[in-house]
């Protein structure tokens, strides 16, 4: 069996790689949270690597906001902390499959643009994504042959918060919601972000995956006022409650790209599908037993006289 280390794990992400491993019977995993490995503490991490064929970096400072006042803090996380583990991974003989972000690009590009290339020029816009591009370099740097960065952006799942749960909580107490539509993406359940990270984790045990970065997303582009009307057509709501408005409407510490569309290229190269559309992915994770209790409790809510 092929041992497995999940950091994070007690994150929306973290959780649902954890599962997807153990569904695997030549996989042995072992998962720790935050409070079981600080990856800023080098020795710690050194310890917990040890033994281990694949490390999938879970563990991120995520607090966008926070990170504005608080950049060095964050960068310790999303940047030295990765450091830590690539050079422990280094050490072991492990592969490491590290989870970074949209937001290390510079987000500027046309609406209706190009997706943003594997190869394409960095340029956060905010102190998270700059915190997230040290991790970047320090893969690429210290596992030049086994290091693999892969960028998610929009995500959403079963644990923890997040955009589709919070539109579905927000229909029980509000008759009309304002979500911004001047903002492009590719909404991506964990789920099949766990599952692509599990298939690329494999390919490149068995020597078909080329390191390097890879662009974990779901596939097509929407706005967050695309995915919340269709969040609540899916779920029997009518998405004529979503109202557009532009980003200036929610003033935020820190600065959000306008455009996150990701291509998916590399996938190809390594052998390893790419994810399903945004949309189907979408109605699938509708169906899950968190999002249909949620949309059961804002029907109920939407039909109750006030």
């Given amino acids: 069996m092929t041992p497995w280390l999940v950091t994070g794990a007690g994150g929306m992400l973290g959780r649902d790689v954890l599962a997807e491993l153990a569904a695997d019977p030549d996989a042995e995993v072992s998962g720790r949270t935050r409070d079981g490995l600080d990856i800023t503490d080098p020795d710690a991490v050194r310890a917990a690597v040890a033994g281990h064929r694949v490390v999938v970096n879970c563990a991120a400072w995520t607090d966008v906001d926070g990170a504005e006042t608080a950049e060095d803090a964050a960068s310790a996380v999303n940047g030295t902390g990765v450091r830590h583990l690539a050079r422990a991974c280094a050490r072991a003989g492990a592969v490491l499959l590290h989870v970074s972000t949209d937001y290390v690009l510079p987000g500027d590009a046309e609406p209706a643009g190009h997706p943003y290339a594997e190869d394409a020029p960095t340029g956060p816009r905010n ?141 190809t190269r390594a052998g390893v599908p790419c994810q399903p559309s945004w949309q189907d992915q979408l109605a699938a994770a509708l169906r899950t037993p968190r999002f249909t209790e949620l949309a059961s409790t804002a029907r109920e809510a939407s039909t109750t006289p006030a």
């Fill in 127 to 267: 102190a998270y994504g700059r915190g997230k591009l040290l991790g970047e370099r320090a893969v690429a740097e210290l596992l030049p042959d086994t290091g693999y960065t892969v960028r998610t952006a929009w995500l959403y799942g079963a644990h923890g918060r997040n955009f589709v749960a919070t539109m579905l909580d927000l229909a029980c107490r509000r008759a009309t919601l304002d979500v911004v539509h001047d903002q492009h993406g590719q909404p991506t359940w964990s789920r099949e972000l766990a599952r692509q990270l599990a298939a690329l984790g494999r390919a490149a045990l068995a020597g078909r995956a080329p390191a390097g970065v890879y662009h974990g997303t779901a596939g097509g582009r929407t706005t967050w006022y695309g995915l919340a009307r269709e969040t609540y057509r899916l779920s029997g709501l009518d998405p004529r409650r979503i109202r557009p408005v532009t980003t200036d409407a929610f003033p935020r510490p820190a600065a959000r790209p306008a455009f996150g569309v990701l291509g998916h290229g590399g996938w």
